[in-house]
């Protein structure tokens, strides 16, 4: 039996170890590139730069005007994040705690929600933001953003809450404590990490939204990242180094975002999954 196991045991590191290097290699292999010249990339795209060209990174920093794409990232995506965890969690808490027919319908409209593909709704979206003048405005991709990502995000918050023991929140009525101060008080500390996960699922999706905001945002100076990295892709050359440089920058903001919460993560996403 313990040969047995440990065979069992080496077969599923194997595979764990290799579902690892086939998942960090391509952000590996395009670091390295980001620190190459353009010959070198052509020359042999898998061997490691000979002299670290770090230019790279200052040259997509300032041709591409990363920095005002940045800021723009940021504002969406906090503004975002923020509209999200507070319509949801509201939402989640009346669903949680009033059980009758008008939750219940609320709450299977979310979970069909889930099920309708964003680029289906492209066409009409457009038009109702044309109609409300929001086409070249922030608020016409942080509107949108937040309709699409509340539906998951109750759907996490909803099972994390009937997680919690109902005599505790009975406990706290009992004391004359109102609603609005169970959810302040009682609830939201509990469901920390159901937040910090739902955090996480906006933040990565808006930060790395490429479609809406190439629709909605027309204007030079309201791109987003991931518009602007289209910048060193011309119509008849591609600068690589650049491009990769300018990959890099978009995605350091992302993980340092998920080591933050990567606790909240990993708890939000498996805490009220079953009941015990």
């Known amino acids: 039996m313990n040969k047995k196991k440990f065979k069992s045991q080496l077969i599923l590191h194997i595979v764990l170890l290799l579902s690892c290097i086939v ?18 990339i052509f020359a042999n795209s898998w061997k490691l730069p000979k002299v670290p060209v770090f230019s790279n990174y200052i040259v997509a920093w300032t041709e591409a005007d990363l920095q005002s794409a940045f800021i723009n990232s940021v504002y969406v ?14 939402s989640s808490y009346i669903i949680s705690m009033v059980k009758n027919r008008i939750t219940k319908i609320v709450y299977v409209v979310f979970l069909v929600s889930i099920m309708i593909p964003p680029d289906v709704m492209f066409v009409s979206m457009y038009l109702q933001l044309r109609n409300y003048n929001l086409i070249n405005n922030f608020w016409g991709i942080i509107l949108p953003s937040v309709a699409m990502g509340i539906p998951t995000s109750v759907f996490i918050l909803v099972n994390f809450i009937n997680g919690i023991p109902r005599s505790l929140i009975d406990s706290a009525i009992i004391d004359g404590c109102e609603k609005f101060h169970i959810l302040l008080k009682i609830i939201s500390p509990l469901t920390k990490a159901a937040i910090g996960s739902v955090a996480v699922f906006q933040f990565t999706g808006i930060w790395n939204s490429y479609m809406l905001p190439l629709v909605i945002l027309r204007k030079d100076s309201l791109m987003l990242l991931p518009q602007r990295l289209s910048r060193f892709i011309g119509q008849y050359t591609i600068q690589y180094s650049q491009l990769f440089a300018g990959i890099m920058i978009t995605f350091f903001p992302v993980v340092i975002f998920f080591v933050m919460f ?8 498996t805490m ?4 015990e």
């Open 23 to 40: 998942s960090i290699y391509p952000t590996f292999w395009t670091f390295i590139a980001s620190l190459k010249k353009d010959s070198e």
């Open 77 to 90: 995506s906090f503004c975002t994040v923020i509209l999200v965890i507070i319509v949801s969690l509201l």
């Open 262 to 269: 990567q606790k909240s993560f990993f708890q939000g996403t």
């Open 272 to 275: 009220g999954a079953v009941k």
